[in-house]
């Protein structure tokens, strides 16, 4: 059973393409993505529920991250859903250890590569066994 | 272009060149390509350039403009330093204005600095501050602006008559910007004919850059068009159109995409104000471009001059304007941001040198030049010193200015001027044969085109066979980088308190009626086009009301269509 992952931005955030390349990688990868553009940090936990997926990574360009990270966090914590939190774009290096102080796992920012996202997700997220009757 | 005679010295030349040339690096190849992969030779000679005519490349301020649009340039017309700057409440806009006022950031001849703004990230998609969509964004890449008042803060006691002010990076709500900015000046008694200056008012960047719903193809064109309608007769030193090439090079697209989908929106445009019955001849001429200037120096100095000369052929060629001024395309660059670098970011004030340098070089009109903070962060004000330092060192110490185009008559840059033109003629082409600009937009198309060059450049770096000074090579291992620009999170919360409080101290019931009655002309603007009235009227006197950038947005939204194209 393939990885999950959930690869979402802000509706308004301006830019996607770092977004979307991350997207198509894993997908090439051999895992299974689901991409969307949330309105409001709450359609974010919202899918990742009804998708049941391992991994969250969240886009962030034009700011809004600190709102979005404290809102998405809250909310898992609310529901009681586990999964591997990922931030990538324009995060500020003096940012970093707040954001993973939040809950974050990993932030990818500028430079990071494919290759490196896909490594880390493969080396946290343990191998599945297929459902019963899959 | 060249005698007989001298084609045949050249090509003896180029024989004994070739014979060295084999002799002394045996089995060596070289095969460079420019970053569109333009595969090029490694040295260009008079037969390369020997079937242009002579009149395509002429001179400056003659048809086709390839060598620039006025017979003088920089000697006469300073460059507009046109920076971005805004960010937070209006009020931290208009102070860092007043700071690089100061500090030199001049605009065109006898006029005072530029005023450039570029809205926060709510502002584009046309939300208020305290829009739940808004929250975490506000203030973010621009200030936030929605209302007359903040209008005040930007602009009270300046002399706006006398200065260019640009709405950058607005794709649909340019018209209802415009819409405030004609309510305040009219409570200021500054007569609307008088401004100088331009909004984008292009379809392009929401889509294919910032990845935002935006107005469905038809509508986002039928709104595009009455704004242009408008100021043809209201506002006539005002530009309607500041086509958004930038957005198409920062999202990875070649020159030739990037040239050919700006010219194909404003042929879309052009054919939909026909269809209203205005004249070329008056509303094309306040037509621009706002492209970029990145990586290939060389590459984006022919992508502007190819500009130019599409430009002017396809407006006297294909809608027989006879007005100069419809034919003479004025461009402002900026500067690629994408092509900063969030290693070494010190890197990045000289990329923003080149950039810059291949602007001028070009000769556009203005130049935005971007910070070499640009990938981590706002501009800090040291950043912005230096961005504005860097256009004064090369127009005012280098004496590149005196001569104009001096690149003309290069064989290299005339044989790669007239390749890029080729390519984006085929291009446009293209998009004519699929329909038109609306369509390939609509369909996906456009997006699909410009995501697969930046696949295939993002792949080519990450492989190592593109060089990134930083990122991929000569990496160094770096201490943190400390910002220098911070958000204070007090913004966001001043912004939503006073539009609440703007909102409540308003008449209310003035603003209902203002909304109501835009309602109805948006309805009949668009089912009965293009016949169905006139809808900036209905903006401005719904902003003279106090009604919101949001609130008139959400009107628009509704009944053009708002939607992510895929």
Redesign the interface.
Known sequence: MPIKCLITKSQIDAHDKGARFIATALKEAGMEVVYTRFATPDEIVETALQEDVDVIGISLLCGGYTYTISRVMELLKEKKMDALLMVGGQIPDDEGERILEMGIDRIFSQGATAAEVIDYITSKVPKKEPAPGA | MFSKEAIEISEELQRSWKERRAQMYKGFEFEGTTDSEIPLKTVYSPQDIDSINFKEIGMPGEYPYTRGVYPLQYQYQPLMAQQGFGYGLPENTRERYEYLRAEGMTGYRGMEAPYNVSPD??G??G?DPDD??????VG??GPSISTIRDFEILFDGLPLDRTHIAFF?VSDPSIVFMALLCAYLEKRGIPLEKMNGNVNNCFIAQNT?????HLEGEGALKVATELVKFCSKRMPRWGTLNCHGYSIEE??GTAAQEVAFVISCAIELTRACIKVGLDPDVFVPRFSMQLACGRDFFEQIAKIRAARRIWAKIFKERFGCKNPKALQLRIHIQTAGAAM???QPLNNALRACLFTLSAILGGVQAVWTTTYDE???LPCEEAQILALRTRQIIMEESNIPNVTDPLGGSYYMEWLTSKVEEETFELIDEIERMGGFVKCWGTGWLKGEI?RA??KW?ESI?KGEKTLVG?NKYVIPEE????KF??D?KWEEMAIERIKDFKAKRDNEEVKRALEELRIVSQKVNEEWPSGGDLMPALIDAAKANATLGEMSKILKTEFGWR?TY
């Open positions: 990230i709510p584009i998609v939300l739940p969509e808004a929250r975490g964004w973010w890449s990076g850059y910032y990845d935002q719903p999202s990875g670098t969030y290693q990938a981590y962060s995501d930046y696949r993002k990450e990122v943190k980088r400390p910002i911070s958000m999170p992510f």
